[in-house]
């Protein structure tokens, strides 16, 4: 499923190139760990990978880095009660994004969310009750959830515990950004933090 739905970029060609320095100076792996590595390339949301085959990925030991350090929620048991991806129709991400709410004052405020990729063949995956539920706990620590249908056509969905109705509320999108650069994404989620420390203190 991760194969299909995700996207990648060929960002920066030496991102790769950092990442295994950084990974081999750190202990985690060997220089030999990353011989003939392809690099990132590519591949728009939602369409197959060129390597995926019905057995698995046709050039595994040799996947990409974007490959290699992307993980999801579900294989890191982050998931609630939601089934395996392949079966679910959708996919967890481990890295988080954020939207940027406009209030009536004009006040712009970066809130954190959790980013759902929905399988193409299954667009109503999503409204399962599994992922609702862990949603609604999610909310609760101020993080809404964006399902993404491929890299433009989203809903945003602000659970019951972070709107004063108490309800569910979802927000259709035909032309959301790109998703952003991971320095961007940092920046961004550093903002949320910092104002969830503020409103702490």
């Not at 709410?101 to 063949?121: A, H």
């Not at 809903?155 to 991971?182: C, F, G, K, N, Y």
Request: proline letters at 6%.
């Amino acid at each position: 499923m991760c194969c299909r739905v995700l996207p990648m970029k060929r960002d920066d060609p030496q991102r790769g190139f950092k990442i295994a320095a950084g990974m081999i100076k750190a202990g985690l792996a060997r220089p030999s760990d990353f011989d003939g590595v392809l690099p990132d390339f590519d591949k728009p949301a939602g369409e197959r990978c060129q390597h995926q085959r019905h057995d698995g990925c046709q050039v595994y030991a040799l996947r990409p880095m974007g490959c290699r350090y992307w993980n999801c929620r579900w294989l890191v048991d982050e998931a609630g009660d939601t089934s395996r991806p392949d079966r679910a129709g959708y996919v967890i991400d481990v890295m988080p994004d954020l939207i940027t709410v406009v209030g009536e004052d004009g006040e712009r405020t970066n809130v954190e969310v959790i980013q759902i990729w929905v399988d193409p063949k299954r667009p109503d995956a999503w409204r399962d009750n599994a992922l609702f539920d862990y949603l609604e706990r999610r909310g609760s620590e101020g993080k809404a959830a964006l399902i993404r249908f491929n890299s433009s056509d989203a809903v945003t969905l602000l659970p019951p515990s972070m709107s004063a109705d108490r309800r569910w509320h979802e927000i259709a999108h035909d032309s959301v950004r790109p998703e952003r650069t991971a320095e961007e994404r940092f920046e961004g989620l550093a903002q949320c933090y910092r104002g969830k420390l503020e409103g702490t203190s």
